[in-house]
């Protein structure tokens, strides 16, 4: 079945830039998320790409898809103390579903 | 703006209890999931509706149970709570809009003692 993976921990020093890698398998899928959960609270989209695109950027986030890899990167530039959080990849399935990643959990050293 | 909001944010049941999580959406949303995230496991669909009295298994369904009576609303049903479902429960909601965004409560943290 589909699967979508990424590692479970990135830590960087304040005000360098984080990349957050996310491989999937589905090659069919349109769109591809990435989703932010701050601490104690639900998730919440950040951003997203289409998968007729190569980069999108929104401010300090710029979206990598790579769709012969099979991999998405989200890279935050000068990371913040608010960008803790735990940042999760998914891919939408032929139904309209989102596939997961298991969630990298992005710590901030000063 | 959507709004998401689930019945407790945190919960305290007994081994053996009958335990209930609701969930409320207000954007007329069809589609409405049921997840537990556990530490390193990411997200868990357990039951997923796509309409009022609809009802799909995620890939985690056994101990759990669930209810849509009105659009608006989805249910979670432990028949007897266990410790290993202890976790974190979080429902989400999702139109057939472009881009099939799902947008996510607070979440619940259970525990079972």
């Known amino acids: 079945g589909e699967d979508v993976e990424q590692s479970l921990f990135l830590s960087v020093r304040e005000g360098d830039s984080s990349v957050i890698n996310c491989t999937y398998t589905d090659s069919s899928s349109t769109y591809l998320y990435w989703y932010k959960q701050e601490p104690g609270a639900g998730l919440q989209l950040l951003t997203y790409?289409?998968?007729n695109m190569d980069m999108k950027q929104d401010q300090r986030l710029t979206v990598l898809l790579n769709k012969k890899d099979k991999h998405l990167s989200l890279r935050i530039a000068d990371t913040q103390t608010g960008d803790s959080a735990i940042y999760f990849c998914a891919e939408m399935d032929s139904n309209y579903q989102l596939i997961w990643g298991a969630g990298t959990k992005l710590i901030i050293k000063p | 703006d959507v709004k998401v909001t689930q019945s407790s944010r945190y919960l305290v049941k007994r081994t053996g209890e009958k335990v209930f999580l609701e969930c409320v959406q207000d954007?007329?949303?069809?589609?409405m999931f049921w997840y537990r995230q556990d530490p390193g496991l990411g997200l868990r669909l357990i039951y997923f509706?796509?309409?009022?009295?609809?009802?799909e298994k995620g890939d985690i369904p056994e101990g759990y149970s669930v209810s849509r009576e009105k659009k608006e609303r989805f249910s979670l049903i432990l028949e007897s709570a266990s410790t290993n479902q202890t976790s974190m429960y979080l429902c989400?909601?999702?139109?057939?809009?472009?881009?099939?965004?799902?947008?996510f409560g607070p979440g619940t943290r259970l525990t079972v003692t």
């Open positions: 954007m007329d949303h069809e589609n």
């Open positions: 509706s796509y309409d009022v009295k609809m009802k």
């Open positions: 989400a909601s999702q139109g057939a809009r472009l881009l099939y965004e799902q947008y």
């Open positions: 790409i289409f998968s």
